[in-house]
C-alpha cells in the first residue's frame, strides 16, 4: 500500500457461489461455441479459465480441462468456460458448515457475469513491511468516497465473536473438569492411605520418621499422576484423531476439530504432578499425625 490511493496495486479475488449467483452444466464439446449456441458471437471466441472448488470436482465429477457453462442467472445458458484449476477450501471455522459452491473467476469476467461494471463487494490491499498499516488505513479513508478501509486483523476480531464466547465456554468446561479431578485424586489417595494404615503403623513402630513416611506417599502420589496424564494423553490423542477423520469427511474441510499440541499436555501433566503432591501430601499429613498404636486399632 503507498501513500497515494493511485499507487495502491489492489489483489482481488473473487468468489461467487454456485446457489446464490451461478448455474453450471457440462457441455458436450470442448472447442467452445458452436453458430446454434446462444452466445455465439457475442463474445470472444478464447474459452475463459475458471477454478472450481474440490466439492464440486468431486460432486459433478469436473477436472482440469472440462468445458461447462457458466451463467450470472439460473436457467440461462451462459457463456463457456473451461476449469482450469481446483482450489482447496480453507481451514476457517466460519465456512465450515457452509455447504454452498465456489468458483473463481477474473474480475472483469464476474461483471460481465453479473452485469456490474466496476463494482467490488470487499478488496485486500497489501503494504510492504515498512508501512505502518494505521497510517495507510489513515490515509486511504482520507481520500476514500463510498468506501471504507478496515484492518483485517480488525475484520478478524469482528467476524470470531461467536468463536471467543465458544472459547470462553471451553475454558469453563476445562476448569470445572480439573477441579472435579482434584476432588477425586484427593480421595482416592485417601482412600488409598487409609487401606494401608496397619503398614504405616508398622513402619512407625520401626522408627521411621514422620518425614520419611509423607516423602514416600508423595512420590507414590507423583508417579501416579504422571502415569495418569501419559494414559490421558495418549486417549486424547486417539480420540483427536477419530474425532478430525470423522468430522472432516462429513464437512469435506481440512479443519482441524480435536487438536492435542506440546503446549496442551505439558500443561495438563503439570497441572495433574501438583494436583497429585498436594493430594499426596494432605492425605500422608492426615494419617501420620494418628499415634501408631491408634492406626492399629489399639
Not at 92 to 120: F, G, N, S
Request: charged fraction near 20%; charge should be positive.
Amino acid at each position: 500500500m503507498c501513500c497515494r490511493w493511485r499507487e495502491v496495486s489492489a489483489a482481488l479475488v473473487v468468489f461467487a457461489a454456485l446457489s446464490a449467483c451461478t448455474a453450471l452444466a457440462p457441455t458436450a464439446g470442448a472447442q467452445g461455441d458452436t453458430m446454434v449456441s446462444p452466445t455465439y458471437g457475442r463474445r470472444a471466441p478464447t474459452v475463459r479459465g475458471i477454478a472450481v472448488d474440490a466439492r464440486m470436482v468431486e460432486d459433478f465429477g469436473l477436472r482440469p480441462g472440462t468445458v461447462v457453462r457458466l451463467s450470472g442467472t439460473p436457467g440461462v445458458p451462459g457463456d463457456s468456460v473451461t476449469v482450469a484449476a481446483v482450489f482447496e477450501r480453507r481451514a476457517d471455522p466460519a465456512e465450515v458448515a457452509r455447504r454452498e459452491y465456489r468458483i473463481r473467476t477474473h474480475v472483469d469476467h464476474l461483471q460481465q457475469l453479473l452485469e456490474l461494471d466496476d463494482r467490488v463487494d470487499r478488496f485486500a490491499v497489501g503494504v510492504p513491511d515498512s508501512v505502518p498499516i494505521d497510517s495507510a488505513v489513515a490515509r486511504i479513508n482520507h481520500v476514500a468516497f463510498g468506501f471504507r478501509a478496515h484492518k483485517s486483523a480488525d475484520v478478524a476480531v469482528q467476524s470470531s465473536r461467536t468463536f471467543r464466547v465458544v472459547e470462553r465456554f471451553h475454558r469453563a468446561i476445562g476448569l470445572i473438569t480439573v477441579v472435579a479431578s482434584a476432588v477425586f485424586l484427593l480421595c482416592l489417595l485417601l482412600l488409598s492411605v487409609e487401606e494401608r494404615r496397619r503398614d504405616i503403623a508398622a513402619l512407625r513402630l520401626m522408627g521411621i520418621s514422620q518425614a520419611t513416611v509423607v516423602r514416600a506417599i508423595v512420590i507414590e502420589a507423583a508417579l501416579v499422576s504422571v502415569i495418569g496424564s501419559v494414559i490421558g494423553a495418549g486417549i486424547g490423542w486417539v480420540s483427536s484423531l477419530i474425532v478430525n477423520a470423522h468430522f472432516q469427511q462429513v464437512y469435506r474441510t481440512p479443519l482441524l476439530f480435536a487438536l492435542l499440541t506440546p503446549e496442551i499436555f505439558a500443561f495438563a501433566t503439570l497441572t495433574s504432578l501438583v494436583l497429585g503432591i498436594a493430594a499426596g501430601a494432605v492425605a500422608a499429613w492426615r494419617l501420620v499425625r494418628t499415634p501408631p498404636l491408634t492406626l492399629l486399632g489399639r
